[in-house]
């Protein structure tokens, strides 16, 4: 039987193991990495609707009462494509004038699924994500 002396080189079950390490490094680090995208994602909507709050209270100081559409908000600057990549934005109306409703929904896959996030003024209170009462 010959051995090989001074060879050089991995043994399969080297190698193996390196894969199986690889693999699991691969199965922490991807879910955390989906996790910060669909944070970021979730951002992007927060930040908008945020403003949008702003240029309702800008458009109440001049008609005495908030917008009920698009179209009344973009009186003071409301872009309804707001450059946003991940989610569309509607202004919805409210039960009265002393509230108002903008509405972020998910417009691509991948970006919180089913999941809207929603801003209504009433009464002076705030109240955002998925159970704000729009």
Known sequence: MRTLRNS?????????????????LAAIAIPKFSNVSKSAK???????????????????????????TDAELQT????TNQNA???NF??????DTTAFCIEANPNTAGT????????????RK???G?????
Request: aromatic content about 10%; hydrophobic content about 40%; overall charge positive.
């Open 42 to 68: 979730e951002s992007e909507a927060d930040g908008i609707l945020k403003q949008a709050y702003t240029l309702q209270e800008q458009y109440r100081q001049k008609n005495d009462k908030y917008a009920a």
């Open 8 to 24: 050089k080189g991995f043994t399969l079950i080297e190698l193996m193991i390196v894969v199986v390490i690889i693999g699991i």
């Open 90 to 95: 509607t202004v919805k109306s409210a039960t």
């Open 130 to 134: 998925t159970t704000a009462p729009c």
């Open 126 to 128: 705030i109240a955002s």
């Open 85 to 87: 990549k991940y989610y």
């Open 112 to 123: 919180s699924a089913g999941l809207a996030f929603k801003a209504i003024q009433k009464d």
């Open 76 to 79: 003071v600057g409301w872009d």
